[in-house]
């Protein structure tokens, strides 16, 4: 099935935030809200001078209806679109969004949000536990808070996934599903609260779980468990189903292959779905209808799919300042909204860079491999096996022109590397081995930094707190038990520490390193920012003079005092718990950084954020601090830098981050192509099973050629060729013979390995 992006050229229309809808429906709507605002706390005269407790989406309104339309006489062709398929595109506010629909927050007044479809007899007889709001509306969520991230059962700790030790509680997938999740189960319910065994076994069919059935649902992957999750939301057969960020982390096959599902359950109505997606996401083209989420909680479009183009166009128009002499009536009323939203600063130019309604340049590139270097990653030949499965390293690689079996792998100083792969092709498994998260580290035949987990003859065995110290590592298991008490800075500092909440080892430099970072990331990171960001520095009194020494026969105006890291004073007060799923993934990304490690791990860490906010993380990745004049995959694709590097003016003569050097390694997983840099040059595919009976992928690994980048869309979908396919378009890559150059080592890889061109 084909996917395509929300900016859709339909019939021209627009209606304004508070959607009407000229339809009579069978049944009472399932939501209603009208007129409706939302607080986190009940509010009092006292919030907005203390400045807490905002409302969120002022004047809400929105109507779900429980069963198909009919039409009535002022109604267009209702046969023309039978169901309504709700998406909730926005940088931030979905989730928010998404918990009022489900009842969260309070509603003032009290009688604007109202559920009339669960108080009919129709829904009695189906199942009277329906009336229940918490039955009838499931809601799924990612954002990897502790043991959510994994359907609320994990391993105690970060390795207990990869080891065979197994304590009562670890679920298999199967006890998962059927509610078999206690040691002291009710009468009745030994075998589990799910007795539809026809249901149950066309969810595990359709979600592709029969293989993983026997397996404890902590071992499962990032997508293997995002899988487990909606099948379980599934079974307890909800009326809606809200699902936040259901494509995040997932491999393109099981995009096409979820989103299949998913229509297939709307158009059935079992259940119905409402998706919330960030702006950049592909929207499937099921979705009929869309809600736009602009700054400060304000919805700026509610509607029809097929309506929303004639909006987005006249909101490029509007935010470039274009002429509005050109504008009809209709564009005008459009215009002068956007207008006041962009003054109430609700619409802006990010929000239409993350909605991708800008377009973006492409400039010729040309980035050659960086070839030589000390090998930090050696492996000869790894596997990993639990009992008789092989979850990576089953495969036979050419070495030195002979088939030798395992992964035969190198990673040198100043190389950048992306390991693709479909979910469950054992991705995170090999950077477990290199942080020796996993226990079989320590046996495979592999070497970090030139010397092995366990002491050899002459030569010390590598300790995981050097290798800790060595390594900057962000990834979805780590965000899933990272602490939340902690404030942002001690979240950050803890790269200088042994452990998540231990005593983080710190000096002048780092404190200075820390700063700058968030400094660079105030915009995205601090609460207040819209209002601190523009206010004067503080002033220190005049008494504080008396501190210092006097400079004799200094001359002219005496130097005004200020608050030392003034503007970076929200990270000690504002808490890891507090921030958004974005937000927190940021915390993670720079804590990965900061410390400028030999190796930086970034696993899926750019997932869930907004592309402003993941363009400006790539740009600082490569670039550090520098706005201008140092170049970067973000400064190529986009010329105006207000898009994604908001609100950050820098020093260029105090930098403390300049990017990557070349005596640090890159290694990324993603399944997004515009999440990986360009100075990405080096690729390597894991092999995957076949998903809806399609062509498997086998093991391939090289270089990406020096005029080509993996954001291209055709460079991208050339990676995930199937043999038959890759074999025939693509060359081995030889660079010629070695010399005395720094270079020849990489040349003696070429000699070693079959590397393949990808471009």
Same mark, same amino acid.
């Given at each position: 099935?084909?996917?395509?992006?929300?900016?859709?050229?339909?019939?021209?229309?627009?209606?304004?935030?508070?959607?009407?809808?000229?339809?009579?429906?069978?049944?009472?709507?399932?939501?209603?809200?009208?007129?409706? @605002?939302?607080?986190?706390?009940?509010?009092?005269?006292?919030?907005?001078?203390?400045?807490?407790?905002?409302?969120?989406?002022?004047?809400? !309104?929105?109507?779900?209806?429980?069963?198909?339309? %009919?039409?009535?006489?002022?109604?267009?062709?209702?046969?023309?679109?039978?169901?309504?398929?709700? &998406?909730?595109?926005?940088?931030?506010?979905?989730?928010?969004? +998404?918990?009022?629909?489900?009842?969260?927050?309070?509603?003032?007044?009290?009688?604007?949000?109202?559920?009339?479809?669960?108080?009919?007899?129709?829904?009695?007889?189906?199942?009277?536990?329906?009336?229940?709001?918490?039955?009838?509306?499931? #809601?799924?969520?990612?954002?990897?808070?502790?043991?959510?991230?994994?359907?609320?059962?994990?391993? $105690?700790?970060?390795?207990?996934?990869?080891?065979?030790?197994?304590?009562? @509680?670890?679920?298999?997938?199967?006890?998962?599903?059927?509610?078999?999740?206690?040691?002291?189960?009710?009468?009745?319910?030994?075998?589990?609260?799910?007795?539809?065994?026809?249901?149950?076994?066309?969810?595990?069919?359709?979600?592709?779980?029969?293989?993983?059935?026997?397996?404890?649902?902590?071992?499962?992957?990032?997508?293997?468990?995002?899988?487990?999750?909606?099948?379980?939301?599934?079974?307890?057969?909800?009326?809606?189903?809200?699902?936040?960020?259901?494509?995040?982390?997932?491999?393109?096959?099981?995009?096409?292959?979820?989103?299949?599902?998913?229509?297939?359950?709307?158009?059935?109505?079992?259940?119905? +779905?409402?998706?919330?997606?960030?702006?950049?996401?592909?929207?499937?083209?099921?979705? @009929?209808?869309?809600?736009?989420?602009?700054?400060?909680?304000?919805?700026?479009?509610?509607?029809?799919?097929?309506?929303?183009?004639?909006?987005?166009?006249?909101?490029?128009?509007?935010?470039?300042?274009?002429?509005?002499?050109? +504008?009809?009536?209709?564009?005008?009323?459009?215009?002068?909204? &956007?207008?006041?939203?962009?003054?109430?600063?609700?619409?802006?130019?990010?929000?239409?860079?993350?909605?991708?309604? *800008?377009?973006?340049?492409?400039?010729?590139?040309?980035?050659?491999?960086?070839? =030589?270097?000390?090998?930090?990653?050696?492996?000869?030949?790894?596997?990993?096996?639990?009992?008789?499965?092989?979850?990576?390293? =089953?495969?036979?690689?050419?070495?030195?022109?002979?088939?030798?079996?395992?992964?035969?792998?190198?990673?040198? /100083?100043?190389?950048?590397?992306?390991?693709?792969?479909?979910?469950?092709?054992?991705?995170?498994? +090999?950077?477990?081995?290199?942080?020796?998260?996993?226990?079989?580290? #320590?046996?495979?035949?592999?070497?970090?930094?030139?010397? !092995?987990?366990?002491?050899?003859?002459?030569?010390?065995?590598?300790?995981?707190?050097?290798?800790?110290?060595?390594?900057?590592?962000?990834?979805?298991?780590?965000? %899933?038990?990272?602490?939340?008490?902690?404030?942002?800075?001690?979240?950050?500092?803890?790269?200088?520490?042994?452990?998540?909440?231990?005593?983080?080892?710190?000096?002048?430099?780092?404190?200075?390193?820390?700063?700058?970072?968030?400094?660079?990331?105030?915009?995205?990171?601090?609460?207040?920012?819209?209002?601190?960001?523009?206010?004067?520095?503080?002033?220190? =009194? %005049?008494?504080?003079?008396?501190?210092?020494?006097?400079? &004799?026969?200094?001359?002219?105006?005496?130097?005004?005092? #200020?608050?030392?890291?003034?503007?970076?004073?929200? %990270?000690?007060?504002?808490?890891?718990?507090?921030?958004?799923?974005?937000?927190? /993934? *940021?915390?993670?990304?720079?804590?990965?950084?900061?410390?400028?490690?030999?190796?930086?791990?970034?696993?899926?860490?750019?997932?869930?954020?907004?592309?402003?906010?993941?363009?400006?993380?790539?740009?600082?990745?490569?670039?550090?601090?520098?706005?201008?004049?140092?170049?970067?995959?973000?400064?190529?694709?986009?010329?105006?830098?207000?898009?994604?590097?908001?609100?950050?003016?820098?020093?260029?003569?105090?930098?403390?981050? @300049?990017?990557? !050097?070349?005596?640090? $390694?890159?290694?990324?997983?993603?399944?997004?192509?515009?999440?990986?840099?360009?100075?990405?040059?080096?690729?390597?595919?894991?092999?995957?099973?076949?998903?809806?009976?399609?062509?498997?992928?086998?093991?391939?690994?090289?270089?990406?050629? #020096?005029?080509?980048?993996?954001?291209?869309?055709?460079?991208?979908?050339?990676?995930?060729?199937?043999?038959?396919?890759?074999?025939?378009?693509?060359?081995?890559?030889?660079?010629?013979?070695?010399?005395?150059?720094?270079?020849?080592?990489?040349?003696?890889?070429?000699?070693?390995?079959?590397?393949?061109?990808?471009?």
């Amino acid at each position: 099935m084909m996917l395509r992006g929300p900016t859709l050229r339909t019939r021209r229309f627009f209606r304004p935030t508070s959607l009407s809808r000229a339809v009579s429906s069978l049944a009472p709507p399932l939501i209603r809200i009208q007129d409706g @605002t939302f607080y986190q706390n009940y509010p009092t005269q006292d919030d907005a001078a203390n400045k807490q407790n905002p409302p969120l989406f002022p004047n809400l !309104s929105f109507v779900l209806q429980s069963e198909q339309a %009919a039409p009535t006489e002022t109604s267009e062709k209702i046969k023309d679109e039978p169901h309504q398929h709700w &998406a909730v595109i926005g940088t931030k506010g979905r989730t928010e969004l +998404l918990d009022i629909l489900r009842g969260q927050y309070i509603c003032v007044p009290p009688t604007a949000r109202s559920y009339p479809y669960l108080l009919t007899d129709k829904l009695a007889k189906k199942d009277p536990r329906l009336r229940f709001i918490g039955n009838a509306i499931q #809601y799924i969520g990612f954002s990897g808070e502790g043991s959510e991230a994994t359907g609320g059962t994990r391993g $105690a700790y970060l390795s207990a996934r990869y080891e065979s030790h197994r304590e009562e @509680t670890d679920w298999t997938v199967l006890q998962y599903l059927k509610g078999q999740t206690s040691l002291n189960p009710l009468e009745g319910e030994e075998g589990g609260k799910i007795k539809n065994e026809e249901l149950l076994n066309q969810v595990i069919s359709d979600l592709r779980l029969g293989e993983l059935l026997d397996m404890p649902v902590a071992n499962l992957s990032n997508g293997q468990t995002r899988r487990a999750r909606v099948a379980k939301a599934l079974l307890r057969k909800p009326e809606l189903l809200l699902l936040d960020d259901p494509f995040m982390g997932l491999d393109p096959a099981t995009v096409r292959s979820i989103s299949g599902l998913f229509q297939r359950l709307a158009d059935k109505s079992e259940p119905r +779905l409402i998706l919330a997606l960030r702006p950049q996401d592909t929207v499937p083209d099921w979705i @009929t209808h869309i809600v736009v989420l602009g700054n400060s909680n304000k919805i700026l479009f509610q509607g029809p799919r097929a309506e929303a183009q004639k909006v987005f166009d006249v909101w490029v128009h509007t935010v470039l300042g274009r002429d509005d002499s050109q +504008l009809n009536e209709e564009q005008m009323v459009i215009c002068r909204n &956007a207008k006041s939203a962009m003054e109430a600063g609700q619409l802006d130019r990010q929000l239409l860079w993350d909605l991708r309604l *800008l377009s973006t340049r492409t400039r010729d590139v040309a980035l050659s491999a960086r070839k =030589g270097g000390e090998p930090l990653i050696e492996m000869e030949g790894v596997r990993v096996k639990y009992g008789e499965k092989t979850v990576l390293g =089953g495969w036979k690689q050419k070495v030195n022109n002979e088939e030798k079996e395992g992964l035969h792998w190198t990673v040198r /100083r100043g190389q950048r590397w992306v390991i693709l792969g479909a979910n469950g092709s054992g991705k995170t498994t +090999l950077l477990s081995l290199i942080t020796s998260d996993h226990p079989q580290a #320590y046996a495979l035949p592999m070497k970090l930094f030139g010397r !092995s987990r366990l002491p050899e003859a002459g030569s010390p065995g590598i300790s995981i707190f050097e290798l800790q110290s060595r390594i900057g590592h962000s990834s979805p298991e780590i965000h %899933a038990f990272f602490p939340r008490q902690l404030t942002i800075r001690q979240a950050v500092e803890s790269a200088f520490a042994e452990t998540f909440l231990s005593k983080p080892k710190l000096n002048h430099d780092r404190d200075l390193d820390v700063s700058a970072v968030l400094r660079f990331f105030k915009a995205e990171l601090d609460p207040n920012a819209a209002v601190t960001m523009n206010e004067q520095r503080p002033l220190l =009194g %005049a008494d504080i003079r008396k501190h210092f020494p006097k400079i &004799a026969h200094a001359k002219g105006p005496k130097p005004a005092f #200020y608050p030392l890291d003034y503007d970076v004073e929200y %990270a000690d007060i504002t808490h890891f718990s507090a921030l958004s799923t974005a937000q927190q /993934r *940021l915390v993670l990304f720079i804590r990965a950084i900061v410390s400028k490690p030999d190796i930086v791990i970034l696993d899926e860490a750019f997932s869930g954020m907004s592309a402003s906010m993941r363009d400006k993380c790539i740009h600082f990745l490569e670039a550090g601090e520098f706005s201008r004049n140092r170049p970067s995959t973000v400064m190529r694709r986009s010329t105006n830098k207000e898009t994604w590097l908001k609100g950050f003016n820098p020093d260029e003569t105090a930098m403390r981050h @300049t990017g990557l !050097s070349d005596d640090q $390694a890159l290694i990324m997983i993603s399944h997004n192509r515009e999440e990986i840099p360009d100075s990405v040059r080096f690729y390597m595919r894991l092999p995957s099973e076949d998903v809806d009976g399609s062509e498997p992928l086998d093991f391939r690994f090289g270089i990406v050629k #020096y005029t080509s980048t993996l954001n291209d869309p055709e460079v991208w979908e050339k990676a995930w060729l199937p043999p038959s396919e890759f074999q025939s378009r693509f060359v081995k890559s030889w660079r010629g013979k070695p010399d005395e150059s720094p270079e020849a080592a990489a040349d003696e890889d070429d000699r070693i390995y079959e590397w393949y061109t990808l471009g």
